[in-house]
Every structure is written in C-alpha cells, then in structure tokens.
C-alpha cells in the first residue's frame, strides 16, 4: 500500500492530508381604534417552525461552541528533522502554500501518529455530519490493495466510501495513519530482533531467534493489519492489530 509519506515498512528501515417572512409595519394613517385588526399575525403552524427554528439554531450554536477549535498546524518528526506542517495543506492536492521542493517525509514516530490521530479526531466528526453520515463505523482496516474495510455491520459503507472518494485529503490522513502504524510495529519488532539476537548466547539460541523472526528478515513483517477505531460519533479512539 503506497501512500503520501509511506512506502511500506522496508522503505522506513532504509530511512531509519425558513419559515415565512412577516411584516408588523402599520401604516401611518390607519386609525389607532383599527390597528388591533391590521397588525400583522403569524399563525399556530407558522409560530411553531419559527421556534424549532430558534431552536435548532441554537442547538447548532451550542455544538460549535462546544466544539473545540483544530489547529491545522503540528510539529512532525520528518527526514528533515522536526518540522511545523499545516496537516490539511500537507495532504492536500493543491496546498495554499506549495511546497518550493519535495514535501518532508513523515517518519512512523509515536509523536507524529497522536498527532494526526488527534487532528482527524477533531475533525472526522464533522466530515461525517457534512456527507450526511449519522454514524462512524467502529473501525477502518485497509486490504491488501489499499481498500478501506469496514466492519459487515456498518449501515453507511457505500456513503463513506463515497465521502472518502470526494475527499482524497481525508483518506490520505486515515491511510497515513495506518501506514505510520504498521512501519513503527515493523520497526519496534526490528530492534527486538537485534536485542534478543545480541542477547543470544549459542548457537540453538541464535538460531532461534532467527528461525522466530524469519518474516522480518525475508522483507516482511509479522505483525498484525492494523485497524482504526472510532466512537459512534466519530472520534478516532486509537489503533489496533486485527
């Protein structure tokens, strides 16, 4: 699976995105006695989508005044040390700023997973309310091809799926995610291999060792997919091996 900043777990060893108007207005002459008839009135019916009017606005107002603000902006640990990035521009196809070079490379540190996690956390939400999605699903895994997978259960896959096809951004971040995951797993099982390698004391023992992290030396890792989690309303809440 390739994606912007991952290259699969090898290339990181190499190393080491209304209701109706109403008026009130009384006209000047009308009489005093004959106002009470002519003042504008707004009906029962009307009356009542007015106040669901108030009322949903005010709800909307209240959910983004709950809604904490999401900085685009993080430091990320990259090939060219650590450095500030704008997140939505990073994985954008047409940055507001252009990068005058090759964009830094993400390294798959735990310091730029929480980073991204937290940012698509803040706004996967959102994502999801504006394709008219009521709920996430519970985890996104991704295949062999770079599908995303969603669990059998999950009522809103076509939606989703078509949400991520409009917004190429939003699946770069989630797929970066997964890819910055699956390299660190590969990585931390690379350094066992050489504590438990150099700790090895005979030759059985070497042998061992070798024979327990075969896939690591044949190019693969032996860890398991990763999979996202989420909330129901869209929170991302860590990830997984599935």
Known sequence: MNIQGISGASAWF??????????????AQTPASARSSDTASISGAARDRLMQEITSQSA??????????????????????????????YFSASPQKPFAELPPLLMPSQRNIDALSTHISNVFPKF?????????????????????????????TEQLKKALDETPSM?????????????KNALDEG????????????????????AKYGSLLSGQSSTSPVSLLFSEDGRMQNTRNV
Do not use: C, W
């Open 171 to 183: 699946a770069r971040k989630l797929m970066t995610v997964v890819g910055m995951t699956d390299a």
């Open 60 to 89: 909307r107002s209240a959910t983004a005044a709950a809604t904490p603000s999401t900085p685009a902006v993080a430091s990320f640990d990259t090939d060219k040390g650590s450095v500030e990035l704008n997140i939505d521009d």
């Open 14 to 27: 190499d190393v080491a995105k209304k209701t109706g108007t109403f008026s009130t207005t009384v006209p």
């Open 191 to 210: 350094v066992k291999f050489q504590r438990e390698y150099t700790d090895a004391q005979s030759p059985n023992a070497l042998g061992a060792v070798i």
């Open 128 to 156: 999801l309310s504006d394709h008219g999605i009521s709920s996430a699903p519970a985890s996104i895994s991704y295949d062999s091809m770079g599908q995303a997978v969603f669990p059998a259960d999950y009522p809103y």
